[in-house]
């Protein structure tokens, strides 16, 4: 993963809101009916010795994002723990002329049925 920059961490209920017509927001009925989801994004760097280097990390992680990823990782963290995870997006920026991209990874929590 680089430099590791930021660890960001949200859980969502995923609820489902129904709104009346005519109606305040303190009037919505909510309903929990999609389970939880949490969402892990990392933010970072990685520096190599050469573009090469760094471009070689980098086609590793999208490689992950095939379209058919059948398992999930193992991510372990002093602050989360260890979670079993998928990746969910991968975005990065190529810091000419450095051998050096920052990059966002998102990270969905799981388990692959």
């Known amino acids: 993963m680089g430099n590791v920059s930021n660890i960001s961490v949200t859980k969502s209920a995923n609820l489902v809101p129904l709104s009346y017509a005519g109606q305040d927001s303190d009037q919505t009925s909510l309903f929990d009916m999609f389970g ?6 990392i933010t970072g760097s990685i520096t190599g010795s050469s573009y090469s280097a760094v471009k070689t990390i980098v086609d590793a992680i999208e490689a992950l994002i095939s379209g058919s990823q059948t398992t999930t990782t193992s991510l ?3 602050e ?4 079993s ?6 975005d990065y920026t190529w810091n000419i002329p450095s051998n050096n991209a920052s990059y966002t990874i998102t990270l969905l929590e799981g388990t692959t049925i």
């Open 85 to 90: 995870v998928m990746v969910n997006t991968f």
């Open 76 to 78: 372990v963290t002093d």
């Open 36 to 41: 939880v989801t949490r969402t892990i994004t």
């Open 80 to 83: 989360i723990g260890t979670v």
